[in-house]
């Protein structure tokens, strides 16, 4: 009983488990495609906005020379964007490059206009302030940076245009335009500028509008060359294009799009890289979490209760099983008290109405005593006290031994010499049952072939009107898949007796054959 109610209880927890497994694969992908599908059009939306953004602040510009141009394209670029200007010939007037542009007031309240290469920037920090500094900026609270990078020293290049931080401080992002005071600094780095010859060292101003962007810092604008990128899939895979969005990858788009910005021909060309996962993966994690979580708290309890469930089932049945064999021991005797008289009135009989009436309740009685017996074998097999008698058996002999009461044409397909320990009159009754089971559910006795071959034993025969569903149950007692005589539980003792020894069973259809596998 211990050990059936282990394995059953086993069995139900991990069905139990499974489902819920599978639940939560699917809560999780739902939940997945609707975030990322989410995502993705805010995203592109975003993108559409900068571009829009940007077209509306170069077309108010004027372009008398390069220069302006390329500080409106790197004054406040989005991060993985691309930006270039070309004119009516198709050649680039400008271009956005791996620096930013700022424009703000000294401490001598003079404009400063000029670039921040990202280069020099990362030049002049050590590794350990670098870290510091983008781990600060990397914080985010509902989605916006918490920190900025201020800029309160700089080096300035003696025709204006390159710029190099000295002294940098981490400030509240609310501060951000607002009038600048020392004790708003949470940490303050002094750089190491290099290439700073014939440069002047000057202060910012009081206002926090000399401000190195949070993107710029942490990464830079590198990012290939995104515009021929989203040129080249548009040529050569126009199914990936939708909504302006250019497929690269499984989570990476690109948006792209391009518009005229003045009359004499001016046209600029945008392309800002998507990562959908990079945006989303930590709602993702905290998915997984919470899955994880309930998993493993819903665990324990789920095993509780399937072993008293288990447990309970497996009670009423013994129980079920006692009953039946009690009323199983106390009908044999009236059985046997009615086949007794039926032979007596077989044997006394003086006419043929008698004589057939005494026969028909002979077998009756006979039928109802093999159904008795089939059912109190049932019971011992599934009784704790049960003992195998195990010894060496040898399989085709014992096949062979079996195959010659029966009077019907069996075909031996395979017989391999097969050894194996185990009750001998339980193996012998799996092979008597399932013979009997293979003559009584065929109308063609010659189609039952039975095969002994790789520690298996495979008996078929031709069936008509039966599909593989029709056998979930069909090891169960008291299951018939025709309208057959027997009492349906020839099946159940195979089960038993292999369940006993812990050998294999299965039955499947194919080719309309029925086959039952037993593996030793």
Not at 32 to 40: Q, T
Not at 449 to 472: E, F
Not at 490 to 511: D, M, P, Q, R, T
């Amino acid at each position: 009983m211990r050990k059936r109610l282990y394995k059953e209880h086993r069995k139900m927890f991990c069905r139990v488990i499974s489902a819920l497994l599978v639940l939560s694969v699917l809560i999780f992908s739902v939940f997945f495609y609707l975030m990322f599908e989410s995502e993705k059009s805010q995203l592109i939306k975003n993108a559409e906005n900068n571009f829009n953004v940007l077209t509306s602040n170069l077309k108010n510009a004027s372009f008398a020379d390069k220069s302006f141009a390329d500080f409106l394209l790197n004054s406040g670029r989005a991060k993985n964007s691309e930006i270039i200007i070309t004119d009516s010939n198709g050649d680039e007037f400008a271009k956005s490059e791996n620096k930013l542009a700022l424009d703000f007031y000294d401490d001598d309240y003079e404009s400063v206009m000029g670039f921040v290469s990202f280069e020099n920037f990362r030049s002049s920090t050590t590794d350990e302030q670098y870290k510091k500094i983008t781990d600060l900026l990397s914080n985010r609270s509902d989605g916006i940076s918490e920190y900025s990078l201020l800029m309160t020293e700089f080096y300035i290049s003696s025709d204006g245009k390159e710029i190099y931080p000295k002294k940098v401080e981490i400030i509240p992002s609310m501060l951000k335009g607002g009038d600048y005071n020392a004790e708003n600094t949470v940490e303050e780095f002094y750089l190491a500028p290099k290439d700073i010859q014939n440069c002047k060292l000057k202060k910012s101003g009081k206002k926090c509008d000399s401000i190195i962007l949070s993107d710029f810092v942490c990464g830079g604008y590198s990012t290939g060359n995104l515009i021929q990128t989203a040129k080249d899939i548009i040529k050569n895979q126009p199914a990936e294009i939708s909504e302006k969005s250019v497929k690269v990858n499984l989570f990476t788009y690109i948006y792209f799009n391009s518009d005229k910005i003045s009359d004499n021909g001016l046209t600029v060309t945008y392309a800002e890289q998507i990562n959908v996962l990079d945006e989303c993966y930590e709602r993702m994690l905290l998915m997984l979490i919470y899955i994880a979580a309930l998993l493993i708290i819903s665990a324990p309890i789920i095993w509780i209760i399937s072993r008293k469930s288990v447990k309970r089932q497996l009670y009423l049945e013994k129980e079920r099983k006692s009953v039946t064999s009690a009323i199983a021991h106390d009908i044999k005797t009236p059985l046997f008290i009615i086949g007794g008289n039926a032979e007596t009135m077989l044997e006394l009989s003086d006419n043929e109405s008698q004589t057939e009436c005494a026969k028909n309740i002979l077998d009756c009685s006979e039928s109802a005593n093999r159904l008795i017996e089939n059912m109190l074998e049932l019971s011992r097999l599934d009784s704790d006290s049960y003992s195998l008698n195990k010894e060496n058996i040898n399989l085709n002999e014992t096949l062979n031994k079996i195959i010659n009461r029966y009077y019907a044409e069996i075909t031996i397909e395979q017989n391999e010499n097969i050894n194996i320990f185990a009750d001998r009159l339980l193996v012998e009754r799996i092979l008597s049952n399932l013979i009997d089971n293979a003559i009584k559910y065929t109308d063609d006795k010659s189609s039952i072939k039975i095969a002994l071959c790789k520690n298996q034993l495979l008996i078929s025969n031709h069936c008509n009107g039966i599909d593989n569903n029709d056998l979930t149950e069909i090891f169960e007692p008291y299951k018939r898949l025709a309208n057959k005589s027997g009492s349906g539980l020839g099946l159940s003792i195979v089960k038993s007796i292999c369940e006993l020894h812990n050998f294999g069973y299965c039955a499947y259809i194919k080719n309309s054959r029925i086959t039952f596998q037993i593996e030793f």
